[in-house]
């Protein structure tokens, strides 16, 4: 049976910048996990829409530039999602971006998540990430 877990993007202040909804074999993963799987869904998503000069995810792809609701390419392309999962984990330990699981801070990679009904992950994006 597989767990649904949704995640949201916030700034500090809490403005909602954007919601996806994640499918895991497990009800339990790790913060690794999560943003790995992250990145692969947002990634498969833009990369499915191969015409977009936008893309919609947590790090920017090298070659683009931040507006306001994501990353502009100069001319529409296909992302790579481990080059953009490298630079999210780097970003995640670098307190590029913070991880709440309903109102408790994961802070290691290795961190265990229980998914369970109603729990919502919040990233909170603190600094532009630059990406592949």
Known sequence: MSSTLTVRDETTSGQLLGRIT???????ITVRELIRSRVY???QDHNLKAHQHVFQGLVQPSDAERELNGYRLRKPRTIDWKQQYEV?????QENGFLILVGDRQVEDLDEEIEIQPGVEVTFL?????VGG
Not at 22 to 28: D, K, M, N, V
Not at 88 to 92: E, H, Q
Not at 125 to 129: F, M
């Open 22 to 28: 994640l499918e895991f074999l497990t009800e339990r």
């Open 41 to 43: 869904q947002e990634v």
């Open 88 to 92: 999210a984990l780097k970003a995640f």
């Open 125 to 129: 994006k603190l600094v532009p990430l």
